[in-house]
Structure formats: C-alpha cells, structure tokens
C-alpha cells in the first residue's frame, strides 16, 4: 500500500471520530476550555459510561487529549483546528440551504 492511502486512512479515522452528534457537541464544548467528564455528563445527559467512551474516541483520533487530577478527568482540545473544519461544515450547511 503506497504512502497517500494510509494517510486518506488517517484522515478518515479522524472523520470517523467526529461522525456522532454527542461527539461533534463535545467538540463544541472544549471549544470554550477544559472540562471534566462529569461536567460533560451533565451536558449532554447521559451517562458517565457513555460520554467516556465518546471521549476514548476522540482521544484514540487524536483530537482531544486528558488530564487525570485525583479522581477527575479533564479534557481539552489536543487540535483546536479541527473547529476549522467544523466551521467549514457550517458553510457548506449554508450553501446547501441556499441552492434549495
């Protein structure tokens, strides 16, 4: 396998970590700042199971990273510039809006 489809992999595997709701409302959130998972919890309204293995996802893509403080966990943003792509994917809502 030549080197440009392993990394078309790569870059699908990232996608792929953000193609759940709770996911991309994750995003969103750490956006603004770290938060632990229990704030999380809260937010979204599942429970602290689910939201964890949300965030192993996005962690295993790369795209948040944790910090473990006593009995917490804290995440934040590990890339903040995959808020460009979900920028992007907010144009391309737009445009599709529009031609209709």
Do not use: W
């Not at 709770?22 to 959130?29: A, E, P, Y």
């Not at 510039?81 to 979900?86: A, E, T």
């Amino acid at each position: 396998m030549n080197k440009d489809v392993k990394d078309y992999r790569k870059r699908a595997d990232i996608i792929k970590a953000l193609a759940h709701p709770t996911r991309l409302f994750i995003v969103d959130k750490l956006a603004d700042g770290e938060l632990c998972v229990c704030k999380l919890t809260g937010l979204i309204g599942s429970d602290m199971s689910t939201v964890s293995k949300h965030l192993l996802v996005l962690k295993n893509a790369g795209i948040v990273e944790d910090d473990k403080r006593g009995l917490q966990v804290f995440y934040t943003l590990k890339c903040p510039c995959i808020l460009d792509f979900l920028e992007c994917s907010e144009k391309v809502i737009s445009s599709k809006k529009n031609s209709l």
